[in-house]
Structures are given as C-alpha cells and as structure tokens.
C-alpha cells in the first residue's frame, strides 16, 4: 500500500499546487481532530502551517502538534486573512467547511484536492498499468466524490491464492452488510476456519 499521495509529493510541487490559490497568504489546516492531524504531518517541512482553524469551543486556544487552534471567526484569524487547507474525509462535512470559508472570504482547498493537485506525475511511480489505473481513477473519485469513478471491483477482492488459508482462520469483518464477504469466505475455506467475527452498524441491513 503505497503512503499519502501528499506525502509524496515534493515541497516544490505542493508549492506550485498552491501558488494561485495561497498568494502569500498564512496557510491554516480547517479541523484539528486526527485528519487535521495527519494533514499536517503530512506537509513534512514542505510547508509552513500557521494554526488550525475548529467551530468546536472546547478547543480554542489549545495547540496541536505546537501550533495554535483558533476558531474560524476569530478576529485575529479574519485580520490575517488565510488560505485554508480542509482536513476531512466525510463529503458533507467538506462542503460545510468550504461554504464557511466562502462566507468568511478565506480561499480554501480540500486536502484531496490538494493531494491530486501536487502528484500530477505520481502515476510514474506504480510499476504496471492496473496499478496505475486504479491509482487515477481512485485520485479522481477523491476529487468528484462521485462513487462512479470509483475503480471497478475486481475479485476475489480479499481471498487472494497466494495467501495460505491458515492465516483465515479467525477473521473479522467490519462492515458485514448481508453477509456477502462470509458468502466468499466459506467458498475460499470451506469448514476449515476456527472463527468468523461480523459486524454491521447499518440498521437497514443488520440481521438480513
């Protein structure tokens, strides 16, 4: 599994990726829970990062990772006028953060975009053309969010031969849905496993 698409990326690259929309401005990562966290490290020295920016109180004026956290509106933050980085992984809350951002006049960009942005040429790094494939179309579903351009599923999509069986024999399956990951799972092993642990916090789709 290859690391963060950000991590990858060089200083000069990240810079050119924010050259147009940062223009000299302090740069400020939106979310100082663990995303925020690991968007920062992430930057590796490539960038400087002046504070996180969080609408949630109990967090003002604390640090994270030696940086201060403020809130969005505050006047200090509004005066320095700041280009934002938005740390998170959910859509709804991305689009949130950047409709505030809108609000408040700050120029912001999401840590996906961010991340495709600054490896325009990380396709090079993959050895064969399906990993390359898979490598796009995943960048480009971070980018449109859109489950279409999610790469097609390709099976069997856990039970792979070169895996010995043995090491199936106790298995957890976090997000069991119907049960279709158990379905594969006995056609790969049979009877021959010790445990199958299943958990789905869907309601629509528990007990079915």
Same mark, same amino acid.
Not at 48 to 61: K, W
Not at 71 to 84: I, L, S, T
Not at 117 to 134: F, G, I, L
């Given at each position: ?7 990858c990326a060089t200083a000069q690259t ?93 120029? !912001?960009? !999401? ?32 980018? !449109? ?64």
């Amino acid at each position: 599994m290859p690391p963060s698409p950000l991590r990858c990326a060089t200083a000069q690259t990240v810079q050119r990726a924010l050259s147009e929309k940062a223009l000299d401005r302090p740069t400020y990562i939106f979310g100082a829970g663990e995303t925020g966290q690991k968007t920062f490290e992430c930057f590796d020295g490539k960038m400087e990062i002046a504070g996180y920016l969080d609408n949630n109180p109990a967090l003002a004026g604390k640090t994270l990772t030696g940086i201060p956290i403020w809130n969005p509106r505050d006047r200090a933050v509004m005066n320095a006028a700041p280009f934002v980085i938005i740390a998170s992984v959910i859509p709804q809350f991305v689009n949130a953060m950047r409709q505030e951002c809108i609000s408040l006049g700050y120029p !912001s960009m !999401s840590y996906q975009e961010l991340a495709i942005a600054a490896n325009d040429d990380y396709t090079d790094a993959w050895a064969d053309d399906q990993s390359r494939d898979v490598y796009t179309a995943m960048t480009r579903f971070l980018k !449109s969010q859109h489950s279409a351009d999610l790469p097609p599923m390709s099976e069997p999509q856990y039970f792979q031969p070169f895996v010995p069986p043995r090491y199936y024999r106790s298995f957890v399956d976090g997000g069991a849905y119907t049960g279709d990951t158990y379905a594969m799972y006995k056609k790969f092993v049979g009877n021959d496993f010790d445990e199958y642990w299943a958990f789905e916090p869907n309601q629509r789709v528990f007990g079915n």
